[in-house]
């Protein structure tokens, strides 16, 4: 197995992926197959499922010669990959003779004055997971938002309280939380919004952690937009385009009122 990543801008993604995957589950599970990269899992309330799809031609190289599945301490990996440089291609293998160790190199075809090689060998752990299928659904609403956007405005928004509710009408997207320092709402203008649909006459008002959401939504290095499907029948979808049909999507259960 050896995948390879030259590109600036998708190390940066590769790095941002596992940012935030490891504040939803420290051990991370990847089926690596001919065609596809794929990484599902949930964090341990189950409250949130994530699953990422990486096709082959994402990656500068990816060569896979039997479907291969690793698990790993995803704090440890995210730190290693984290000491990326920009002129380093990010290098990750595994020896047929050693299957329990992930190497990790950073390389570069132009040594300058004060460049170095690093190479890390990181052990694999043992986890059981079982993979879920995922149904199509018809969502009531769907919008897309500024990356840069929602996660400056989650940011300030966790300042205030512990859940979110967001109210969703043909003329209004509103995010309102409140707690024992006061209450924040932030009223989107439809018109800011890169795109907009909900169902004709429909009002959905749901409630969520907002802690969760935040873990999702706590960079704006994934994708210039961010896109959100809600529905009164099922959990919320926020789904991230990586580019090259690659996506990361999280799935979120709504907070049940009493």
Same mark, same amino acid.
């Given at each position: 197995m ?10 940066? /993604? #590769?790095? =941002? !992926? ?8 420290? &051990?991370?599970?990847? +089926?690596?197959?001919? $065609? ?39 704090? /440890? #990996?995210? =730190? !290693? ?8 291609? &990010?290098?990750?293998? +595994?020896?047929?003779? $050693? ?107 749901l ?14 290095k ?37």
């Amino acid at each position: 197995m050896k995948i390879l990543i030259s590109d600036k801008k998708k190390k940066d /993604v #590769f790095v =941002s !992926i596992f940012q935030v995957l490891k504040n939803c589950s420290s &051990l991370i599970s990847i +089926m690596f197959e001919p $065609n596809v990269a794929h990484i599902q899992g949930m964090d341990k309330s189950h409250v949130c499922l994530f699953d990422i799809k990486l096709k082959n031609n994402w990656f500068t190289d990816y060569t896979i010669e039997n479907v291969v599945n690793i698990c790993f301490d995803s704090s /440890v #990996f995210h =730190s !290693i990959i984290s000491t990326k440089s920009d002129n380093q291609d &990010l290098l990750i293998k +595994m020896d047929n003779d $050693n299957p329990d160790i992930l190497h990790i190199n950073f390389e570069t075809t132009e040594l300058k004055k004060g460049d170095y090689k690093k190479s890390f060998k990181m052990p694999l752990a043992e986890y059981e997971y079982e993979e879920r299928n995922i149904p199509s659904v018809d969502y009531d609403v769907e919008f897309s938002l500024s990356s840069k956007q929602i996660t400056d405005m989650f940011s300030q928004l966790t300042n205030f309280g512990s859940d979110i509710i967001i109210k969703c009408t043909e003329n209004d997207l509103s995010f309102t939380t409140n707690g024992v320092t006061g209450e924040m709402r932030a009223d989107i203008y439809i018109d800011d919004l890169t795109s907009y649909s909900i169902v004709e006459d429909e009002e959905v008002i749901l409630t969520y952690s907002l802690a969760y959401i935040n873990k999702m939504c706590i960079t704006n290095k994934l994708s210039n937009d961010i896109d959100f499907s809600l529905s009164n029948e099922c959990p919320m979808k926020i789904n991230y385009n990586l580019g090259d049909d690659s996506f990361m999507v999280f799935y979120i259960a709504p907070k049940i009122n009493d």
